[in-house]
T-cell receptor
Framework: AQSVTQPDIHITVSEGASLELRCNYS??????LFWYVQSPGQGLQLLLK??????LVQGIKGFEAEFKRSQSSFNLRKPSVHWSDAAEYFC??????????FGAGTQVVVTP | SAVISQKPSRDICQRGTSLTIQCQVD?????MFWYRQQPGQSLTLIAT?????????ESGFVIDKFPISRPNLTFSTLTVSNMSPEDSSIYLC???????????FGQGTRLTVV
């Protein structure tokens, strides 16, 4: 069965500092991987996705993620965090039928 | 991309009653999914709704509690039956066709049961 682990429940980062959110997955075949962001009171917004090809994926809002098959990881990064990046971030994996398996989420707090 | 409208956006309901959530998509889609997000938790898939067939429920979810309708390729409903405070959650509708690279989500329905 597929699963997603986000080891960090909560991360506090200073505005302007770099951010890295960890995601590990377990999946029998080549996974389809996603990062979503959920701001307070908002729906889910897709930041980026990996299906195949280049293992470094660029997304919206200056985010990127790197797929590492050997480590079963898909970590999300941003070089310089803005106060508006404070939100909940979810890593997810899907099968070909579209059922998404979400990680527990990482709450990001941005301090001045 | 698909635009999804969910109604209602939020509701406060009495325990023992039922609430039906509507999900309308602006294009025809093969598969629709219903997720639940309990307070402070991640999203959990409730069921997959395909047009013309009964919904497929995930472990821990049953049709009597969460009946789903899928009358056509652009619309689905999820009913939360005989509600209790434990049903207080955000319920989200999602669509994705096999072969598409992105799943789209509605804004969610925030349900509070008192």
């Amino acid at each position: 069965a597929q699963s997603v682990t986000q080891p960090d429940i909560h991360i506090t980062v200073s505005e302007g500092a770099s951010l890295e959110l960890r995601c590990n997955y377990s999946y029998g075949a080549t996974p389809y991987l996603f990062w979503y962001v959920q701001s307070p009171g908002q729906g889910l917004q897709l930041l980026l996705k990996y299906f195949s090809g280049d293992t470094l994926v660029q997304g919206i809002k200056g985010f990127e993620a790197e797929f590492k098959r050997s480590q079963s990881s898909f970590n999300l990064r941003k070089p310089s965090v803005h106060w508006s990046d404070a939100a909940e971030y979810f890593c997810a994996v899907t099968d070909s039928w579209g059922k998404l398996q979400f990680g527990a989420g990482t709450q990001v707090v941005v301090t001045p | 991309s698909a635009v999804i409208s969910q109604k209602p956006s939020r509701d406060i309901c009495q325990r023992g009653t039922s609430l039906t959530i509507q999900c309308q998509v602006d294009s025809q889609v093969t598969m629709m999914f219903w997720y639940r997000q309990q307070p402070g938790q991640s999203l959990t898939l409730i069921a997959t709704a395909n047009q013309g067939s009964e919904a497929t429920y995930e472990s821990g979810f049953v049709i009597d509690k969460f009946p789903i309708s899928r009358p056509n390729l652009t619309f689905s409903t999820l009913t939360v039956s005989n509600m209790s405070p434990e049903d207080s959650s955000i319920y989200l509708c999602s669509v994705r066709d096999p072969g598409d690279t992105e799943a789209f989500f509605g804004q969610g329905t925030r349900l509070t049961v008192v």
